[in-house]
């Protein structure tokens, strides 16, 4: 969104935020386990089970049936099977998935793995695709094509609030297309963050906090991406930042308040599975529980994101933090 408005030459890069990732995930783990243990723990004090907490409970907790545990080694298999598939269309001669054709002798590994990044999408449903077929066959929850149909169908229900958005974000983003609002917004953008005087790391911060601040009224992180991108990419390529930097930010203040955004899909489902075990457990417990790995996330996720563009560092294989705008001189 919005990046082709800048440079028409750009494309989208699939792995263009893996080492950023990789870095936020390494940051958020201690960070979690410091909140769990020495935050939510010694506020919640010890759990006294209710007395229907075992029939609330489920069986879940119970020894696998042997159905189930051929079903996990079968979806193991379809998981290997898959990924050394892939594999092979990867490394092995004359593939279709390594571009290490005439003329790619001297370009970087990342540049000739370009297939491969662009196939991700759809490896990663035919993985799962076969995971799932292979676990219901052997455990018997899937006895013919009608029951995987019928189960992709149930699944597609939690789309139902992202869709209805979709419709009025692609309006959206189609008039930001036709009347170059998009540009001409991060055109005045750019230029009022140039004239503000701000650092490049402290501009990124804020706009982590504002994507957090966002986050808490509109749920679906696509419709997010889509009301912000077509201005947010552009403004920031203007002032040298790449579009993969952008997608960071947003990624780092979107993930931090999902937690404690009612709005987000899966809000109702942990309060059912928190009812289980405590049956007064509600909406307002729920949120104050998680404000503090909202926080700390949040707090955590900024000052990576500014380190990093202080540093210069590569979001990714081919996706460096600065970038300079053909036809901008900088």
């Known amino acids: 969104y919005g990046a082709s408005n800048i440079d028409a030459g750009w494309t ?60 996990l080694r079968m979806a193991g298999l379809a998981v290997l099977g898959v990924c050394a598939l892939w594999a092979l269309m990867t490394f092995g001669p004359g593939t279709p998935l390594l571009a290490d054709g005439p003329g790619t002798d001297g370009d970087p590994w990342y540049q000739k793995a370009g297939p491969f990044f662009r196939s991700l999408v759809a490896g990663f449903l035919i993985l799962f695709l076969a995971a799932g077929w292979a676990y219901g066959a052997a455990a018997n929850t899937i006895n013919n094509h009608r029951d995987l149909v019928n189960m992709m169908t149930e699944a597609m229900k939690d789309l139902g609030y992202y869709l209805v958005l979709a419709f009025a974000a692609a309006h959206f ?35 982590v906090l504002f994507s957090a601040l966002l986050n808490l009224f509109v749920g679906s992180a696509s419709a997010k991406w ?54 007064d457990f509600g909406l307002g417990s729920l949120t104050a529980m998680m404000i503090p790995y909202s926080v700390w996330m949040l707090i955590t996720g900024v000052v990576l994101m500014m380190g990093w563009i202080f540093l210069g560092l590569d979001f990714g294989p081919g996706a460096p933090a600065h970038i300079t705008v053909p036809g901008t001189g900088g």
Not at 187 to 201: C, E, F, K, M, T
Not at 236 to 249: C, F, Q, R, Y
């Open 12 to 71: 989208m890069n699939i792995a263009g935020n893996t080492y950023f990732i990789i870095a936020l995930l390494l940051i958020y783990l201690p960070v979690i386990w410091f909140v769990t243990d020495k935050v939510i723990e010694p506020r919640l004090g010890k759990w006294t089970p209710a007395p229907d907490a075992a029939v609330q409970a489920g069986d879940e907790d119970k020894p696998l049936t042997a159905e189930q545990q051929k079903g």
């Open 173 to 207: 983003v189609a008039m930001f297309g036709w009347s170059n609002l998009g540009l001409i917004s991060a055109v005045h953008g750019a230029d009022a963050i140039q004239s503000s005087g701000l650092p490049l790391p402290i501009v990124l911060g804020l706009i």
């Open 226 to 279: 889509a009301l912000l991108a077509p201005v947010l990419v552009p403004m920031l390529m203007l002032l040298g930042v790449s579009p993969e930097g952008a997608t960071a930010a947003y990624r780092v203040g979107d993930g931090a308040t999902n937690i404690i955004t009612p709005l987000m899909v899966y809000f109702p489902l942990i309060l059912v599975f928190a009812r289980r075990w405590q049956s």
